[in-house]
């Protein structure tokens, strides 16, 4: 390991860092109001919309993020699609989460026993208020591990976008080992820099869940 | 749109071959973690506070390190660190294996401490010995929690596997490329078609699995 050459790394890194970032939570924005939209139309069951996002949903959870990348970066250009590499990242994200945002929401809503809407409605609330005061905050609460586990995933699958030439975290990381041959200064920034994005985020998911956990049992 | 090249030739074997090389990786990936992951998790119901913290570090690790980061690790690192060249598919294997065997531990771990004490006491009271206990009461209710989730687990290696072209494997994406490079001249835009017939074809094999598993989750529910 050469301080030097970690030192001469550090400013690619850091740019890759904050791009490889920016793209993630863009996308992981996309996927939850992807995967909120999808997952009431599911819910409600609204005729022919349910059944299109019933497809959209099997269709995205049950593929790598790396076949819809190369479906949407490579392959649409060839019947006059293209999309910049950025918007393309972002957008695989997104629509890669929002199938595992809606599961995750609708899961939620539908854990929810039908007596509580019904003890809503005969106690007198409208339709909206039962939603809001009764079931919303139950299926939240019953959402939000999944949910939590979701962004960390979609965070890990940034990984992937070096494969549509992002210059992102890999992409830099492979771009200099191929270069200098540094692999192990590069290796270890890449670690470093994949540690500072998730830690962060799988330490503060530790304590909503606990929050939520505390909501929902009191223990 | 380029399908057409898809069957050509033998562009269509090729490309289940290269299904098959990824899903090859997959399967071993998956019977290591399984084996190395009901042991892991049965050591982690054991409440020993030295295992108990060194699991938490490496489930830790799995749990925020991308794949792809470790595949690197392993692909690159390890022959820097050595001198040994491990070949891509081996290292595919090592990283898929410790990752799984951390999500597998974990499954196991969750399904072991959900079986109510009562169990226990009721196989008691009923004179059966611990190694009765264990074989008739807790594991058929462990087998029944467990199966549907270790199931989803495959389908989710399977899907992870498709990274294994970036440390140079040719897989599915790998040929897929091949072919619409090859077809450059005769069919320009083949990469739509291609790429499309590879994105079903991972959808074929994942949500049949899946469906298996949500349907012995509902079956066994109680």
Redesign the interface.
Known sequence: MDIEVIKRYLPLFSKAFLLTIKIGWLGIALAFALGIVCAFTMYYKLPVLSAIVRFYV??F????L???L??IY??????GIRISAELCGTLGLGLLGGSYMAESIRSGLEAVPAIQSESAKSLGMTKWQAFRYVIAPQAFNISVPGLLANV?FLL?????F??ISLMDL?FT??DL?GLHYN??ES?FL??LF??LM??PV?FAGSLIEKKVRFGMYGD | ??IEVIFKGKNLVRLLAGLGAAMKISLISVAISIVLGIALGMLMTLKKPVINAITRVYL?IV???????LL??VF??FT??TGLNLSAEVSAVIVFSFWGTAEMADLVRGCMISIPVIQYESSAALGLSRLQTFIYVIVPQIVRRLLPLSINLI?RMI??T??V??IGIVEV?KV?QQI?EANRKTA?????G???V??LL??AV??PI?RLSKYLEKKWEN
């Open positions: 099997e269709l959870r049950n593929t790598p790396l076949v819809q190369f479906f490579y392959g649409l250009p060839s019947i960390i890990k699958e940034t990984s992937v070096s494969a890999m990381a492979k080992i692999t192990t290796l890449l670690v994949y540690i998730l830690l799988s | 749109m380029g830790e749990r925020i390190m991308p794949q792809m980061v690197f690790i690159f690192g820097k660190l389908t899907k992870t498709s990274l072209m970036m994406l897929g619409i320009p835009n083949a990469a739509f291609v790429f499309a590879v994105f991972y959808f994942c949500w899946g």
